[in-house]
Nanobody
Framework: QVQLVESGGGLVQAGGSLRLSCAAS????????MGWFRQAPGKEREFVAA????????GYTDSVKGRFTISRDNAKNMVALQMNNLKPEDTAVYYC?????????????????WGQGTQVTVSS
């Protein structure tokens, strides 16, 4: 099992930037795919971005392409989500997740370990 702790959330104006971080501990391994999901009030949790075990491949949901960048540092067991040009519709609780596989996935059920979430609020 992997323990995940997110940080970096907060309140920002539209057009601003935030950088989310996720620290992994426990049975960490570079063979974990790491992903970010988000959940807005009254909505289902949705995929945002993911990165393969070695950082060689990434994937994003269409609404954040060109604005968000996912990266990882396996030596530090860290994953980051750089969010630029934020929009009010990006407001949500953001969750870091880990999946035991090599290739990235958008499927919620593929991720077995989750963080507690960090709130991101974008004001208009």
């Amino acid at each position: 099992q992997v323990q995940l702790v997110e940080s970096g959330g907060g309140l920002v104006q539209a057009g601003g930037s935030l950088r989310l971080s996720c620290a992994a501990s426990g049975r960490t391994s570079s063979t974990y795919v790491m992903g970010w999901f988000r959940q807005a009030p009254g909505k289902e949790r949705e995929f945002v971005a993911a990165i393969s075990w070695n950082g060689g491949a990434t994937g994003y949901t269409d609404s954040v392409k060109g604005r968000f960048t996912i990266s990882r540092d396996n030596a530090k067991n860290m994953v980051a989500l750089q969010m630029n040009n934020l929009k009010p519709e990006d407001t949500a609780v953001y969750y870091c997740a880990a999946a035991t596989r090599f290739t990235w996935t958008t499927r919620y059920n593929d991720y077995g370990d989750w963080g507690q979430g960090t709130q991101v609020t974008v004001s208009s």
